[in-house]
């Protein structure tokens, strides 16, 4: 979106051809509609004028919205009832008084509202003005959704909805701590399984056992050191692999430069607050201006008192000037207000594109445990297949023979005694 | 082996088929052996006798040992030093007197020691006797190995080959117990870990990770329970399928059969102890007669004293009973040593069939441990691939779209302020 800024057509934009006549300009309103302003009758529309300059378009009142307003008075109405507080809303100020038409007032007509100022915010009114298209359509994209402030359940403030996009980076990166601390007390039960195993595997209990049958039995018990060792892998590796990992993705930087974004888009909105309060000063004083020069004819006409048409012609100048001021205070919230818009919009992308480089980068090394874990079973497997080799060479007789060998008492057996 | 009693010729046995000349009887020695005894002359000889009876066979000193030495005198010399104590040897008894040759007398000549008695067992000495075939070739059996005592290294006491054997199968029932106990302590090492898996499991820890990404950790923490369930199973049945079995194979039964056993084989022992003292005892008591008739014929060649024929008469008849005697107390210590020699042989097959039966048990056994394992790992494999599945399908453009509308404060971008 762009400032309203007098601009040149648009490719592809509709265009008379005609030049414009005398006096008239035209703009780029920051939804990307052409408007026309004529600065000295301050006309305003989106019709593009035709040559016969000076005569009032259509009316205001017929048309949706207009970027800007007569200068003489403002056109929001009261709509939905305000989702925050601090709702600014303007009321139609003016009937047409009988018969006194002035060429500025000629062009008060009542005007529907169809904006609505939310904390310094200015936002259409449902149904009000140009359908707006979503700037990232079906990306569910945080710069199409987190205009608003959001107020808080308990009533008493708001929160932007740049504050709740923050937030979650922020609960992101508490998150991941959390996940690292997970692993982390998984490391120490493997560390702990590990050292139970290892120990039992040293046990003398059945050492005496011999022979082939022995043998499987001393291998068997060993396994249980190999099965530890294996375990105590898996834990370092989830250690290095993943636990350290996941504890310093994004360090300490990560939160200062979030602190940046969030006072930069604070100032902005700072800044917004500011501008409006001087266009509501502004808005106050042209229709104190106004209303003296109401009054001041009202006066003439009834001969009421001894002002002259000097001293209306002063009111009038006045009141002109109040209008200029307005119109100036306006355009300068409205800049400052694109300025903030091109700024959130950017910076929520940063902030949603962190979101997405988190999430893959947590998917990557939770893949990585999965993938230890599965390491980690496969060992374990082959630690029991030469136990069971051992086993199934168990041979009863071999055993005999070996034993027997070793505990003989004689290779001689008794025979008769003689006499 | 049979007793040595009166038997026919066995089948495949070489005989002269010719009669045995009068007086002559033949029987079977515990090897298995034939001989032939003449209960007149108290010969005794391998060789079947020819018809010519009454004249001296091949003389006693060129055959090797002959079952059944002549009544008059015992044939067992000095060997090598004895291997344990009570070892019985006798010498040679006599020279013949010059010129003087009584029928018996005639008999005597030197003969060699062909057997040793230990501990109350008749052995062979070595390279004397026929050579010993094993009774089970190549099996290394019980039955060959373990007739003779054994000398505790301390050398005060032995022990029976028999007691030997007995000990090793209650060593093997303690090495079973030695196993369940092994088993037992692998099985609270599992019980603790999936204690630990499964607390972990329940952690809060990173519980507000939402989307696709907070679905997969949510499993990761779950699989750390089906982990445990996993462990929790194969502790149940290591309980169920090897500890427990372990504990209860041969319950006490066994050792009283064992005791039994024991009991048995010890009566033989000393039944052959006793039957061996009165060898002794009759052995002296011949030795005695036969110095007292010595004396009195000498005596009377050199006239010493007025002994008359009927003295020596006497002497003799006393001489010839003690030398009954001394065949009966012998022909009885041998069928006792042969009772002995069959329970032990049927005994200690017994223990070598049980030993078999054990190490194959126990093998049987081990392997159900190693398929467990195997299982286990098989398992806890399978626990981690939901894991796997989930963070493949994270998607951090889902997630933020399920974020997005669950947190978004707007759908309406701000429009330019109207005047």
Sequence with gaps: ?????????????????????????SYMSPEGLRYYVNSSSKETTWRRPSSSAGAPQRPLAQQNSSPYANGCHSSTKKGQP?????????????????????????????VKETKITINCVTFP???????????????????????ADKKDPQGTTSVTGFEVLLQKQ?????????????????IKIEEEYAKNLSKLSLSPLAAQEEGTLGEAWTQLKKSLHDEAEVHLKFANKLHTE???PLLTFRGDNFKKDLKKYDHHIADLRKQLASRYASVEKARKALADRQKDLEVKTQQLEIKLSNKTEEDIKKARRKSTQAGDDLMRCVDLYNQTQSKWFEEMVTTSMELEKLEVERIEWIQQHLRQYTTLRHETDMFNQSMVEPVD??????????DRELWVKENKTSEVRPVDMDI
Tied chains: 1, 2.
């Design 1 to 25: 979106m762009k400032s309203a800024v007098e601009s040149s057509a648009a490719p592809g934009e509709e265009t008379d051809r005609q030049p414009l006549p005398p006096g008239w300009k």
């Design 82 to 110: 305000a989702e925050a507080m601090n709702v600014s809303l303007r009321k139609p100020m003016h009937k047409q008084p009988p018969g006194s038409i002035s060429p500025a007032k000629r062009q008060i007509k009542e």
């Design 125 to 147: 009114l449902p149904g009000e003005g140009p359908e707006q298209q979503l700037l990232k359509p079906n990306e569910w994209s945080y710069c199409d959704y987190f205009w």
């Design 170 to 186: 922020l609960k992101g990166k508490q998150l991941q701590k959390e996940m690292a601390e997970f692993i982390h007390e998984r």
């Design 242 to 244: 993943v636990e350290k």
């Design 389 to 398: 080799q051992l086993l199934q060479s168990v041979e009863p007789a071999k």
